[in-house]
């Protein structure tokens, strides 16, 4: 095998012994370095040029990439980027300017420099904030790629005892990163919050809260297209005739200000079903 093409498999860039494990010779090594096909990151560790830098920094630590700082690579929802690289350390080193993470992992080590899925949600649950490691551990639910009971199984001691209280949260019916957020914001008030709900003659809504309030919560790339406007708007009309009323939010209004979200649901809940006129 070619030094580079053992790289490839290792994520781009990996420890000497690595590749060498891989039965590629000094020889040649030695050959694609001087053809500058491949890169000494530092003593011990080579690299492809235009290897991911958060791959470099990771194996230059010895480490492996964790938590928020891996959730990128399996396309979970991340509420906010980490400040610091979360890795996943069990060679005795602890990095400066890292969130180090030293749990066994319940899954075999990958070639690349970041841990396996199941240990990825794992970490998050045991380190991030609930609603961080909400969405993170979702994203992958809705999808298919864990189950809640792997996670539990997983989960021992006093550390697990918040982790656990966000896995009673984790439903299926968010479409994204905000309806979740806003679905919790829902719940932990005490309102009565169904999701994905059909509704004849409007299609399926978002949020139906105490049975006659719609919550729609809108992406800006596909709501405010002209098509999609004029849509959403004849299913509010439709909504509003048959006697429901309709509230509609945006990533900021859940993000950034969720009080002011909850305040306006909870002036319309008290107002009550919307009344009916009749001649």
């Not at 093409?5 to 000497?16: C, D, I, N, P």
């Not at 806003?182 to 978002?206: K, N, P």
Request: contains cysteine; glycine residues 8%.
């Amino acid at each position: 095998m070619k030094p580079e093409e053992a790289l490839r498999q290792l994520g781009g860039v990996a420890l000497t012994r690595q590749v060498q494990g891989r039965g590629v010779s000094e020889k040649a090594i030695r050959a694609a370095l001087q053809a500058g096909s491949i890169q000494r990151v530092e003593r011990g560790v080579l690299g492809l040029p235009g290897a991911a830098p958060e791959f470099v920094a990771a194996v230059r630590a010895r480490s492996l990439l964790t938590c928020a700082s891996a959730a990128g690579r399996y396309g979970l929802w991340l509420l906010h980027k980490p400040a610091e690289p979360h890795y996943w350390q069990n060679n005795g080193r602890r990095s400066a300017g890292c969130i180090s993470h030293r749990t066994s992992l319940s899954q075999p080590r990958r070639s690349e420099p970041f841990v396996a899925l199941p240990d990825v949600l794992l970490h998050a649950l045991l380190c991030l904030p609930p609603l961080e490691s909400l969405v993170m551990v979702e994203s992958a639910y809705i999808r298919g790629d864990i189950t809640l009971d792997y996670l539990r199984r997983h989960l021992v001691g006093n550390r697990g005892g918040q982790a656990r209280n966000v896995l009673a949260k984790v439903d299926r019916g968010a479409g994204s990163l905000i309806e979740t957020l806003a679905r919790v914001l829902f719940r932990d008030v005490g309102i009565r919050t169904e999701t994905q709900v059909w509704i004849e003659g409007v299609g399926t809504v978002d949020f139906l809260l105490e049975g006659f309030l719609i919550v729609e919560i809108d992406g800006i790339a596909s709501h405010m297209e002209p098509r999609q406007f004029k849509k959403d708007r004849r299913r509010d009309n439709e909504a509003i005739r048959q006697g429901m009323l309709v509230l509609r939010f945006f990533y900021d209004d859940v993000v950034h200000a969720p009080e002011r979200m909850l305040r306006h649901v909870r002036e319309v809940l008290l107002r009550g079903p919307a009344r009916m006129w009749s001649n």
